[in-house]
């Protein structure tokens, strides 16, 4: 095998046996001038991995343009095994030194910005080389949101945060981070990059809440907020609330997180009290959702399954500028007072990717 690496027109290159992985960076102009990265391999069968091109006048070679997006899922197979192949058919074949080790930060920093945050981290274990790449301050702003600015400056102030790298930013950004009193969270979803976000009781505005024959707020470790709203009786329920919040570009989807009968513990083991539970399926109740940009949603869904947290879908909404706050309003509601209704808990209202439910 024989490894070739051109860089800055300096060509560093050993032989491994018979044979040959050809590693080629052209035009290296830095992160936002993109470049050019090709690898070939000779005998090995990669039909199913893209679109390939037979190059004539080498032995069975195979050229694949392996930045395009198509050959994701080939650069994680090819992180996973590369090194410790190239490792021991260097030590092998060619009793040299040289290794993984001696590609350029530059190019494997390339490498890892098409991977996803766990992979680079995975890839950042197999030597010096990719721990450092991996550290590499485009390859993580890359991951994070274009408006992560505003999120790190509402847990953060701006001096501290300009000694923070970009790595350590998303790191943050991922953990759960109040505000608003700590009656709001919010975190980076890792996957897709989209902002999830729980809005507890506390922040709603619930009618009848300030009188204790209708409502009381009760201490359980079952929610984020270690706190519930729960309702005896009621003829009028209503629960609303409103957020104004710069959301990444994306679209999400909204939720109530409801339970029917009041979770407690006896012995060690969950029970749910249902004693309260009551008018619930008379009729149904009606979910709304309006955004400062004119879309709305309406649903209507009877309450059910006593004793299961149940996150009930509000509706979704598009968000398209993230320069821009996005504002939403939301109700719950069932005001048909030929009856009472009661023995429900209100958690928390939950803001997410769409696909991430």
Known sequence: MRVICLKDRRRRSFSVGPQKLELTKR???GYCSGSTFHMELHRIDSRRDGRLIDRSGIDSGVNACLFHPCFASSWRRWLRGMGSWI???VRAEAGAEAGLGDLPESCI???LLRLDAQEICRASGLNRAFRVAASADFVWEAKLPKNYVYLMEMTTDRTAMACVCKKEIYERLCRPNPFDGGTKEFWLEKNRGGICMSISSKALLITGINDKRYWKYLPTEESRFNTVAYLQQTWW???AGEIDFFFPVGTYSMFFQLHLGLPSKRFGRRICNSEHIHGWDKKPVKFQLWTSNGQKALSQCS???PGSWINYH???FVVDKCDVPTKLKFSLTQIDCTHTK?????DSVFICPKCFM
């Open 109 to 111: 920093a390339e490498v």
């Open 27 to 29: 035009a290296w102009c």
């Open 303 to 305: 309450l059910s399954d």
């Open 314 to 316: 509000v509706g979704d």
């Open 342 to 346: 009661g023995g429900i808990c209100v």
């Open 237 to 239: 329920f209503e629960v």
């Open 87 to 89: 490792s021991s058919i």
